[in-house]
């Protein structure tokens, strides 16, 4: 089953996420690599740091677009239209159907907000049944936009050649691809930049999504889905299915637990 929270922001303070951390504060402008940057407007700012170091050198013909901090985001990206960031498994559980189920839902859900601009939020990798190809997919077949956000240290991945059938290699290879050196900034960014959370299961790094969504205000939907591993894997000390968990939790923090 499928829980909808539009507004979360009193939940925030209450809920404990054993073993993982939660949001860290506000990364400021000064934090940059180039000092002179701090006097700058927003604006201004994320154009200076576009035209100097966003492009790396040499060719690019995946179209990769280096980010600095998670707020540079607000103003490298048309603000129009309604944008839904997907989080869930960069590497499903095996046997369980969660690419065709959760491709049916995104789907659903692109088709019942017919008339409204919509864009997906995941990331480019898009290889096998993980949830980027599921968005990617979606967004090709039902023609929304996209918009990929990345870490640095997942672009050797992102291959036009290894992705799924239904995929537009053209508009994959053509479409932007923003990505930052530090991996937690990735989060924070794709909650800056969308409107709604659909937590389609995962681990660590969708709970985190949570959590930054949360703080951000967005709107959340949680998809549950029972035939998804559940449990908590105290070896790798993350979740088996964060959407589980993230219920769990929620559940607990509501009975005051």
């Not at 677009?65 to 490298?76: A, F, K, S, T």
């Not at 290699?169 to 479409?175: G, I």
Request: include cysteine; hydrophobic fraction near 35%.
């Amino acid at each position: 089953m499928a829980g909808r929270y539009s507004e979360l922001h009193h939940l925030h303070a209450k809920l404990s996420f054993p073993g993982l951390s939660t949001p860290g504060s506000e990364t400021t402008r000064d934090q940059l690599s180039n000092a002179s940057y701090k006097d700058m407007d927003p604006r201004t700012l994320a154009e200076e740091w576009l035209r100097r170091e966003g492009s790396p050198d040499g060719p690019n013909p995946l179209n990769f677009i280096r980010l600095g901090i998670p707020q540079q985001i607000l103003y490298v990206v048309p603000r129009e239209g309604f944008k839904v960031f997907l989080t869930g498994y960069s590497a499903a559980p095996k046997d369980t159907g969660y690419a065709e189920s959760t491709a049916k839902y995104v789907a659903y859900l692109a088709d019942s907000m017919k008339g409204r601009k919509v864009s997906l939020v995941t990331s480019p990798p898009a290889t096998g049944d993980s949830i980027d190809a599921i968005a990617t997919m979606v967004a090709h077949t039902k023609n929304l936009g996209i918009l990929y956000i990345t870490a640095k240290s997942s672009l050797e991945y992102v291959d036009p050649e290894t992705l799924p059938l239904g995929v537009n290699k053209a508009k994959f290879t053509s479409a932007p691809k923003y990505y930052f050196d530090d991996t937690d900034n990735c989060s924070q960014a794709s909650a800056m930049a969308a409107d709604m959370l659909i937590v389609t299961g995962g681990r660590d790094v969708a709970v985190q999504d949570f959590m930054n969504a949360v703080e951000n205000g967005n709107k959340v939907i949680i998809l549950n889905n029972s035939f998804l591993p559940t449990g908590f894997d105290s070896a790798r000390n993350r979740p088996n299915n964060a959407a589980e968990y993230i219920t769990s939790m929620l559940a607990a923090a509501a009975k005051g637990e």
